[in-house]
Each structure stands twice: as C-alpha cells, then as structure tokens.
C-alpha cells in the first residue's frame, strides 16, 4: 500500500483548485505591469495605436469564426489529404487511448504476480507485454508520422492560398507601397504560417487524446470506485478551467506583439544588408548599430514582461492543474477503501485491494493527467488565438487590395505642424483605365501621390505609337508617379486613360533587377524557358540580343546559358543596364519606361539601342538628363516640380532650353 502511494505521489499530474490565491496573484501582477511595466506598455500604444484591433486576441466567438475561414482553407474538401490525415490521427489516438489502458491492467497484473510471488503469472503477463511492444510503438510512431504530415499539408495549403491572393497581380507592391497597415509580410508568410499550423494541429492532437482518455476513464472508474469520483473531477475541470482561462488572455494580445517585434528586428537587419555599400560610404556603422540595438531591446524589454507573465502564469497552472490534484485523487479514489460500509470492499482480501486500488489509482491518474492537459491546453489556445488574429489580419488585407481598397495613415495636411493623424481611405475607380494598343493618352488625369500629395491636377496628353517622348523636371516634380500611374501601380484618382495592356509596356528602371537563376533568366525574365520554347525564340537569338548591347562577351565566358551564378554581383553596373536593354528587345513591348537606365552606359552603346528601339518598332518614354538623347525623341514633357508641365515638339530652341 505504501508503494502505491509513493507511486501516485511520485506521478501527480491533474486539476486542483486554488482559485483565491490565483486572483490574488493576478491582481498584484497587474498591479505591477501598471507601475513598472509603464514604458514598454507607453512604447507600444505609441508605436502601435494603429493595430489596436489587430491586437485583439482572445479565445471568443471571433477567435473560434476565424479559426474556422482558415480551416476551410486547410481542409478544403470532405475528401482530402488532409482530411485523410485527421482520420488517421483520430484512429491512432483511440488505439493509443486502448494501448494505455491495456498497459495500466497489465502492469497491474506483473506487479500482482511479483508481489503474490506467482511466477506463472509473472511470465504469462510479461510475455504478454513484450509481444505488444511492437504495435503499441508502431500505433505511437504512426501518430507522430499524422501530425507531423498533417502539420505540412497544413501549411502548404495556407502558404499557396496567401501567396496566390499576395501575388495576384500588384498586390505585393500595394501592401508595401499603397497600404500600410500590415508590416514585415515576410515574416507572417513564412513564420507566423508555420507557427500556426503547427499550434493548430497540436491543439488538435492535445485536446483529442485528452477527451479520449477522459470518457474512457469515467467509464472503467464509474465501474471500479463509483460515479462520484469521476463527476468530481469534471466539474474541477469546469471550474478551473474558466479561471485559467480568464487568467490567460494577456497571453494572446502579447503574442501578437511578440511576432510584431520580432518582424521589426528582421526588418532592420535586413535593410542593412540591403543597403550595406551605401551605408558603408556614409559610415553609418554606429547610427545603425543604434537603430539595431533600440528595436532589439524593444523586443526584449516585451520578451521579458512575457517570461514574467508566463512565470506568474506557470505558477499558477503548477498549483491549479498539478499539485493539488494529488488531493483531489486521494480524496476521490480512497473513499471505496476507507469506507468499510462500501459494499464493493466488504469480503476483499487484502491481496484484492491492493490490486483494486493499484489499477483504480493509476486510471484516476491517467484520467487526471487528461483533465490538465485539457486545461493547459487553454495555454496554447490563447497562444493561437494571437497567431490566428496575425493571419486573419493579412487575409483581410489581400482581400480588400485586390478588390482595390486600401488604407493609409498619414499627416494630414492641415494638422501635419501639430503631427496628428488622420486615416484616409484610398478608393481607386473615379479615374477610368481604357486598354487600346498603341496609344497612351492621358485625359484630364490628377497626378497625385498614395499620400494625397497632388503634383499635377489635371495631365493631358495624347503618345502613339512611334513616337518617342523625353521626360524631364527636378526631383520631386512627378516623374516617376507618372510612370507608376502608367504601370497600374498607384490607383487613378479621376480622368481617362487610354494605354496598352500591362503586357505590352516595359519599365527599365536605373538599377535593373537580375533574378535567381541561369544566365538564360536574365534576359527572358519574367518569361520561364518553356515559354522562351513557346514563343519560337532560339538560344542564337537571345545571343544576337547580347551582342546588341555588347554583352555577347559574358556568354563567352561563362560557356554556357545554363549556368548558374550571383548576377547582382558577377554584373557590374553598365553590364547590369545593359543586360535589362537586352531584356526589352526580348520582350518587344509596344511601349517602354526608361528610367536613367543608360546612365552607366557609354554613349555609343546608348546611341545603338536607342536606335535599334526605334528599328524593331518599340516606343519610349525617356527620363535621362543626357543631352545626347534628345535627338532620339520627337516630344518632351517637362514638369516643373509646382504643378505645372509642358507638353511640346522638341526643335532646336528645346534641346537648347533641356540643356
């Protein structure tokens, strides 16, 4: 009897109740997030008053409706993988559930056997217990094989539908650009996704087994000690399992911040890497390194009100849902024993007690460690309510930029001295886009900044096809708004235009874009080889576009157009923009951006593409502050920077005003 105790003390693992003690500790924790806490509670409300309702995240009819969409992306049809995989978890599970119980009556039995000294029955249950070693690992290994599939099918499910709504289009380009209010995509695409769907199936997995075990339990001890016992504990796990709840609801909203700085801290070191040349020439070592340092000890003074937290919290589950359950069992599985008017016990032998209490004892405490489980899973539920608020947000934001909606928060113009902000919803569609080809006209177009700034109130101007039009101005003045206009990034705020298809304009910008990829993806970017193979394009021909901008050397040298190499870093700056003009012959448009995209370029190699565009029919709108490159346009625009711009033949008397 006294090994069993031992035993069962050795094992406590269940529910207890400590409710006053609970909300006293809570009530002082608070009270000491108030007075010390006070900073980094003041930074995130003033760095973030913005998310306020993304940072709502509890366990709640919004959190359950959420996880629901998502789940119907997950799980997209009744007959699935993924669906396949839920089976299989939920079969392993029972079987599992079964192999525990089996093993708690067999166990009782060797132990029986040793202790009655019967080495007949020795053997016969240990044997029994060797040859169901096999199943019971492979029903354990076969459960772990569900989750950890389920867990990827999971995530590849949610990561293709993000990406398909991110990629749809220019939507990447908005949330950046045009929308504000999601920062560091990159972190809730590839992290958060993978944190979520690892918590989902988890939680899965956790609140399962635990429910399994508990209505198995009840019925083998409703059976053994009675229903009192059994009902006892449920309505422990009731009770406590709302006070914990309640107590853990901090932990969801922290979540959401912890992710949130955690994507700031990444951000800063990514730009520095990014920017590493530029940053070097200005020495801005020690301005960076401070930049760094106060976003990262921003992430740390949080991570450390978190540990607090979760150690004030731990402390209260270790009370709650372990140590007092020791009472709890005690109480509940000794009354059948110390009750010698409890008719189950009247004519036991001592030896039938023993066994009796041994086999109740372990099953009260296998039952005891599925009620905490099932509470302490309200832990991660919290948890994953913050993921699941962080995931919903971003969902929420696709789909308003691809219905055309964004929002902005900004300083208004007649508040910006006094630094108050104002959210100003961007709603595109009181301009009109009309797709004619070879024709760009713009009627009556507001040139105005994601901002509101306006820099032109009303553009007009009519470019066909063959002629070639030369933009200039100061910084500032309007000329890249107006390609982006063009280009369908920045919404149309009023007027009419009339442009080709995106697919026949081509913006060549100052520093190209060189992708991953073969020395072959250089020039036919976006275009894959298959679709080089399905336009009838030859390697030859993409050699004679390399030898147009005298490139052909590089093929030369790297021996072939399949290898692959760090473009950005093998090509220097000329061979960079020279390798983008030989992108555009590649792609033909009707009409192409350039944007000081010669500047690294000699002037003889200049005047031969600017010939060659001219010879295979590609129209251009050129901003270059070259004098040399007037003679290869018939129109300039030039914008003054005050809201002013003329349109006009360019003659003599121009090309002497450009210069």
């Known amino acids: 009897m006294a090994a069993v105790s031992k035993y069962l003390t050795a094992k406590n693992s269940s529910i207890a109740s400590a409710v006053l003690f609970a909300l006293y500790l809570l009530k002082r924790r608070r009270n000491a997030n108030k007075s010390s806490g006070k900073r980094g509670s003041s930074e995130l409300a003033a760095n973030h008053d913005k998310d306020g309702k993304k940072e709502k995240a509890a366990v709640d009819w919004v959190f359950f409706s959420r996880i629901y969409r998502i789940l119907k992306i997950m799980v997209p049809r009744t007959v699935c993988k993924e669906s396949g995989y839920l089976l299989l978890i939920a079969v392993m599970l029972v079987a599992r559930t079964y192999c525990d119980v089996w093993m708690i009556q067999n166990g009782t039995m060797i132990e029986s056997a040793i202790i009655g000294r019967t080495t007949k029955d020795f053997k016969k249950y240990l044997f029994n217990f060797i040859t169901a070693m096999p199943l019971i690992s492979l029903v354990n290994n076969f459960l772990k094989l569900g989750l950890n599939e389920l867990k990827l099918r999971f995530r590849v499910r949610l990561t293709k539908h993000l990406y398909d709504e991110y990629l749809k289009g220019y939507t990447y380009y908005k949330m950046g650009n045009l929308d504000n209010r999601i920062a560091n995509a990159d972190q809730l695409l590839t992290q958060d996704v993978e944190r979520f769907c690892n918590s989902v199936v988890d939680l899965y997995s956790n609140l399962s087994k ?5 209505g198995l339990y009840i019925y083998k001890l409703t059976s053994a000690i009675g229903a009192q016992g059994p009902a006892s504990m449920m309505a422990y796990l009731i009770f406590s399992g709302l006070i914990l709840t309640r107590l853990r609801r901090p932990i969801g909203k922290m979540t959401v911040a912890e992710q949130r700085y955690e994507g700031e801290y990444r951000y800063v070191n990514s730009r520095l890497i990014t920017n590493s040349e530029e940053i070097a020439f200005y020495n801005g070592n020690a301005r960076e390194k401070q930049t760094i340092h106060a976003t990262f000890y921003k992430l740390v003074d949080h991570l450390h009100n978190f540990i607090i937290f979760r150690f004030s919290m731990g402390f209260v589950d270790s009370i709650i849902a372990k140590y007092l359950a020791t009472v709890v069992g005690y109480l509940v599985v000794s009354r059948p024993f110390l009750n010698h008017s409890h008719p189950r016990h009247q004519t036991s032998s001592h030896s039938e007690l023993l066994e009796d209490y041994y086999q109740s004892g372990r099953m009260l405490l296998r039952m005891s460690q599925a009620l905490g489980r099932i509470v ?74 994601p901002n509101g700034d306006i820099l032109i109130k009303n553009l007009s101007f009519e470019v066909k096809s063959g002629t070639n039009v030369l933009i200039c101005g100061p910084n500032g003045c309007g000329k890249s708004s107006l390609f982006r206009v063009l280009g369908e990034l920045w919404p149309l705020f009023g007027g009419h235009l009339t442009k080709p298809d995106r697919g ?16 072959r993806d250089q020039v036919i970017y976006p275009d894959t080889w298959e679709d080089q193979k399905r336009k009838g394009i030859a390697d030859k021909v993409l050699k004679e ?81 070259r004098k040399s490159l007037w003679k290869h346009h018939e129109y300039y625009l030039h914008m003054d920077g005050r809201g002013n711009y003329d349109f006009k033949v360019i003659t003599a008397e121009t090309v002497e005003f450009g210069s």
């Open 504 to 519: 026949k304009l081509f913006y060549v910008p100052q520093r190209p874009y060189m992708t991953l990829g073969t020395l």
């Open 376 to 449: 302490l899973a309200g832990r991660e539920m919290t948890r994953l309510a913050g993921f699941t608020a962080r995931i919903t947000e971003l969902m929420k934001v696709l789909n308003e930029l691809n219905s055309g909606r964004y929002e902005r928060t900004m300083v208004s113009q007649h508040d910006r001295e006094s630094e108050t902000s104002e959210k100003i919803t961007l709603v595109p569609g009181s301009g009109q886009i009309i797709n004619t080809d070879r024709l760009i006209k713009f009627d009556r177009v507001p040139l105005a900044t």
């Open 210 to 214: 635990p429910l399994l075990d508990i």
């Open 545 to 625: 576009y390399l030898d147009n901008v005298q490139l052909g050397h590089i093929l030369d040298r790297e021996g072939s157009w399949d290898i692959v190499q760090d473009w950005m870093d093998v090509l220097s700056g000329g061979e960079k923009q020279r390798m983008a003009m030989a992108r555009l012959f590649y792609h033909k448009p009707q009409f192409a951006i350039l944007d000081e995209c010669t500047s690294a370029v000699s002037v003889d190699v200049e005047d031969y593409i600017y010939s060659h565009c001219r010879k295979v029919g590609i129209s251009l709108f050129t901003v270059s502050h």
